[in-house]
């Protein structure tokens, strides 16, 4: 059995659903298939726009979220099943879905405040249409299919916004729902990014936990593969968009795919490794518009003889949070509660460092976390309450991006982290902040946001990244 895993730009129009569902049906040609899909890409923006707007009663904005969803969606069904006699089941689908979206978001601004838990049930609408369209569009294709929620599968915890699944309960629901549909030749399309309490409460596994749903999906069903389908061709040595002759890391171990991961690659959700190690499942990431290329490939044991370099992992458009003392009275008490403060919060810190020799924290968010932690920040800092004596100041800085340079374990001795702080120098690179692991094979640099790009090829150019594929990575270079 292979599980399938497409996001959202794999998603994105009909054409694209098209060509997914061809892979599918390739697919279940030769072996028993699972599929679990994203929501259509800017869905997820979209119904969190709406639902911030409701919370603020801003009703143009939950309109323009809503008649954006609807065009979206229906414009879809259009172009690739017009002629199909779902069509017109599926415009009903789509517009109960979103009264019932509607619904939602009237509550939210009757309440005035958008919780967690809120947040998670309106988001989970997008995955729910897209389901719906590719399980059509594969009936279509004579190929037998069934749309199924996670809601219905995978019961987590009530940590709304990145709750945890509960791996037994959720293996039964499984075997008891989506192995019988296997074993009777149907194709199982199943909603990423979102599951629900025990007693029925949709929750979502962090933004990107789409992948995370595959993951525990193939180890509940013991698949022999997992393929996460995206729109590269694999993980890379830096963001292709930005280096265009990046390589293609073609074998990794769980370890080091986990690691590239947790610095932010976005190829790949951090927690999706942690169910399918247990049972060695491979796991493969491939390019949906080049289905042709072997992509990169995630094993327990990798071959001695694969090739291997560093990475440059970067992240643009993020925001910069300054919290230093008035009068010198910084406290370790201060960095744990503030930080404590945001994990409640479900506000994800992207990177932080703290001085106690200038008194204060750098705290980096995406930039949507960026507004929800200033406020709370804020408002925290003002109450007499917080442990912070003597006065505080919050600086905003709008803009900055993260590179960071992951090594390979022979880097940990004059090795990868020098040799970037040497080329920064060179660069004349201007650092915010950084970050650095003790074992000296990983750094992060915290830089002005329009400098990102420019930093990132220098780096990949300097370290000796570029250069033709059968080439290995020479670390005296």
Request: proline share 4%; glycine share 8%; with cysteine.
């Amino acid at each position: 059995m292979i599980v399938h895993k497409f996001g959202g730009t794999s998603l994105g129009n009909a054409e694209h659903i098209a060509a997914v569902a061809g892979i599918i049906d390739a697919s279940q040609q030769y072996a028993p298939t699972v599929v679990v899909v994203s929501a259509m890409s800017g869905a997820t923006d979209r119904l969190i726009a709406g639902a911030h707007a409701a919370a603020t009663g801003d009703a143009a904005v939950c309109r323009t979220a809503k008649d954006w969803l609807a065009d979206r969606h229906h414009a879809t069904v259009e172009a690739l099943l017009s002629s199909s006699p779902e069509c017109s089941e599926l415009h009903s689908i789509i517009d109960e879905r979103l009264d019932h979206l509607g619904r939602f978001l009237d509550s939210i601004s009757v309440l005035g405040e958008l919780t967690a838990r809120g947040h998670d049930a309106v988001v989970c609408f997008g995955e729910q249409l897209s389901a719906a369209i590719a399980t059509a569009e594969l009936r279509r294709r004579g190929v037998k299919a069934r749309s199924i929620s996670a809601t219905d599968l995978i019961v987590t915890d009530d940590h709304f916004g990145a709750a945890s699944p509960q791996m037994g309960a959720t293996r039964k629901r499984i075997s008891k729902r989506v192995r019988p549909l296997v074993d009777a030749g149907v194709v199982p399309v199943i909603t990423g990014y979102i599951g629900a309490t025990e007693d029925g409460k949709p929750t979502t596994l962090g933004r990107s936990g789409s992948d995370f749903s595959a993951a525990v999906i193939a180890a509940c069903l013991e698949a022999v593969e997992l393929r996460i389908w995206t729109d590269v061709d694999g993980i890379l040595t830096a963001d292709p968009n930005v280096v265009p002759n990046a390589r293609v890391l073609r074998e990794l171990s769980y370890e080091e795919a986990t690691r590239l991961a947790r610095f932010g690659a976005e190829v790949l959700h951090p927690r999706t490794i942690g169910p399918i190690i247990e049972h060695g499942i491979p796991l493969c990431i491939l390019n949906c518009f080049n289905p042709g290329d072997p992509g990169t490939r995630i094993v327990e044991s990798p071959s001695a003889s694969r090739r291997l370099w560093p990475a440059i992992v970067s992240a643009a458009d993020l925001r910069l949070i300054r919290l230093r003392s008035r009068n010198g009275t910084w406290q370790l008490r201060s960095a744990t509660e503030a930080l404590a403060r945001l994990d409640t919060a479900g506000i994800a810190v992207q990177m932080f460092s703290q001085s106690f020799s200038e008194q204060g924290m750098i705290l980096v968010f995406d930039e949507q976390d960026g507004e929800r932690a200033e406020r709370l920040l804020s408002q925290k800092f003002a109450e007499e309450s917080f442990p912070l004596p003597g006065g505080y100041v919050l600086d905003t800085m709008e803009k900055v991006a993260t590179v960071s340079v992951i090594g390979l374990p022979c880097d940990r001795r004059d090795g990868i982290a020098s040799r970037a702080f040497a080329a920064l120098g060179k660069h004349d690179a201007r650092v915010v902040a950084v970050t650095q692991a003790a074992t000296e094979d990983s750094v992060t640099f915290c830089i002005p946001n329009e400098d990102v790009a420019e930093t990132v090829r220098f780096l990949h150019r300097e370290l000796g990244l570029g250069g033709n594929e059968g080439d290995g990575f020479d670390n005296n270079n």
